[in-house]
């Protein structure tokens, strides 16, 4: 399963890239305007520090201008990923920069049905949001089953790109279905490194390390 981080804060990717564990990067445009920045200049920044593909989304809503956005977008470096939302004029930018060989994030996918189009208008990602579900009451998760079932009858080779995550619980739920990414906001990657168990038991072998006077070093 890979990793993405969901954040334009260049600081916040540089140090969890150190990790190892980052295998990509979303942005949004909401993500963009928290940042402060020219969103050219954040991408090719994300795109230096990670190897993997940076989703960059497009904001303008009709197919000719959503096109020329994702051109520009792609020409920023060679691992953007160019997201668009799901619509009609979406999912056609989607088959247009696809068929090209551009790789394409289709974004704010809430159905198994809008997800089935992504696939065939040749999505390299689709991104179902789950916690915006959970948050109308729906079940996000159920989504993710679906759509991992679908692609798995079919063999369509578009990811299940889980976005929308809020907690741990999401990631390894999503990572049980089989789904293929999970983007995470920083938060969420930290809280996964936490268990009380591995605190106490650290702290247990140091005090009775620290009792035999030893050093490894
Ligand atoms: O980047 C898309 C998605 O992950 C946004 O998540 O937390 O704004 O619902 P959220």
Known sequence: MKF??????????????QTGLVDGVTTN??????SGRPMAEVIREICEVVDGPVSAEVTATDFET?????HYLAAIASNV?????LTV????????????????????CFSAAQALLAAKAGATFVSPFVGRLDDIGADGMELIEDIVQIYGVYDFPTEVLVASVRGPNHVVQAAKMGAGVA????????????????????????????KTGQSIL
Not at 90 to 108: F, I
Request: hydrophobic letters at 40%.
């Open 89 to 108: 004029d979406g999912l056609k930018t989607c088959k247009a920069l696809s068929d090209e060989g551009t790789q394409v994030n289709v974004t704010l």
């Open 29 to 34: 445009p909401s993500l963009i305007a928290k």
């Open 183 to 210: 983007t995470l906001p920083p938060s969420v990657l930290r809280q996964m490194y936490n268990h009380p168990l591995t605190d106490k038991g650290l702290a247990a072998f140091l005090a009775d390390w620290k």
């Open 4 to 17: 993405f981080i969901d954040t334009a804060d260049v600081g916040e990717i540089r140090e969890l890239a």
């Open 81 to 85: 990923a160019v997201k668009v939302p």
């Open 66 to 70: 959503m096109l020329k956005e994702g």
